[in-house]
């Protein structure tokens, strides 16, 4: 659904596939933003590699699986990539 919302300015790409993809959450709002992350050619695991947020590159935390809701800050960028599918 976040994926068609027409009415929303935050900016999700989804690039690779196959073993690795990326995504990236670009969120230019003044207010935070809750978004689904997608499946990558089927079920996968996210996990975050650089939190404009806090500034951090490779921050410690779960992976997770597509469709969890995760909350993106405002004004900041997040890259995630894709680990191994769930099991």
């Given at each position: 659904e976040d994926w068609h919302n027409g009415s929303?300015?935050?900016?999700?790409?989804l690039s690779g596939g196959g073993e690795r993809s990326l995504l990236l959450l670009l969120n230019p709002m003044a207010e935070d933003e809750e978004v689904?992350?997608?499946?990558?050619?089927?079920?996968?695991?996210w996990r975050l590699l650089v939190d404009g947020a806090s500034g951090a590159l490779e921050p410690q935390g779960e992976a997770m699986e597509s469709g969890?809701?995760?909350?993106?800050?405002?004004r900041t960028v997040m890259i995630w990539e894709t680990t191994e599918p769930p099991a």
């Open positions: 929303s300015r935050l900016r999700l790409m689904s992350l997608p499946e990558a050619g089927g079920p996968v695991r969890a809701r995760v909350q993106s800050p405002s």
